[in-house]
């Protein structure tokens, strides 16, 4: 599957959203499978520059009781060959949400310079409330990107309305 390149070199803005929310749209697709498979309700897809879909996933950590299963990690533990991770510096990972400061971390060493995502984590915090399994840090996923040492581009949110469906009901709200 192709998505629409996610740097595009003569895109409108309103060109560039578009693609955005298309593959942001996928990232929510994998939430809303993650939640039906009885899992967190989060889905990251990561995008070459273009427009490649390099991998897709969703949060598993009740399957797999991994707690590092993640959305955002399962996605780039997909990228196995050389192609796909020197592509990473112009690619795009879209998250369901913003990412937790583990999954930043995992960005930031990847070496993708550019994330976009749904959900704020103060938006997510408060729908999880006080749930031991949801600790969110109320550090912002773009505070930890940047102190990377080159500039990662970090958007959001985007699609609020939306990024909230898999959500709704989950976390006892």
């Known amino acids: 599957?192709?998505?629409?390149?996610?740097?595009?070199?003569?895109?409108?803005?309103?060109?560039?959203?578009?693609?955005?929310?298309?593959?942001?749209?996928?990232?929510?697709?994998w939430a809303a499978t993650a939640r039906a498979r009885g899992n967190r309700p989060f889905g990251a897809v990561i995008v070459a520059a273009d427009g490649q879909l390099l991998a897709e996933a969703f949060c598993n950590i009740s399957e797999s009781g991994d707690c590092t299963g993640h959305a955002e990690i399962n996605a780039l533990r997909q990228l196995r060959t050389p192609a796909q991770l020197e592509s990473l510096a112009q690619a795009t990972l879209y998250a369901s949400a913003e990412p937790c400061m583990m999954c930043a971390g995992a960005i930031l060493c990847s070496g993708i310079r550019r994330v976009v995502f749904g959900l704020a984590n103060d938006h997510l915090r408060q729908l999880c409330g006080q749930r031991i399994d949801s600790f969110r840090s109320s550090m912002a996923a773009a505070e930890l990107l940047a102190l990377a040492p080159q500039p990662i581009a970090c958007i959001g949110p985007m699609l609020t309305e939306e990024a909230l469906e898999p959500h709704m009901g989950y976390w006892g709200n």
């Open 1 to 29: 599957m192709t998505l629409p390149a996610p740097h595009p070199p003569q895109l409108s803005l309103s060109a560039q959203q578009d693609r955005d929310h298309a593959s942001l749209r996928l990232a929510l697709q």
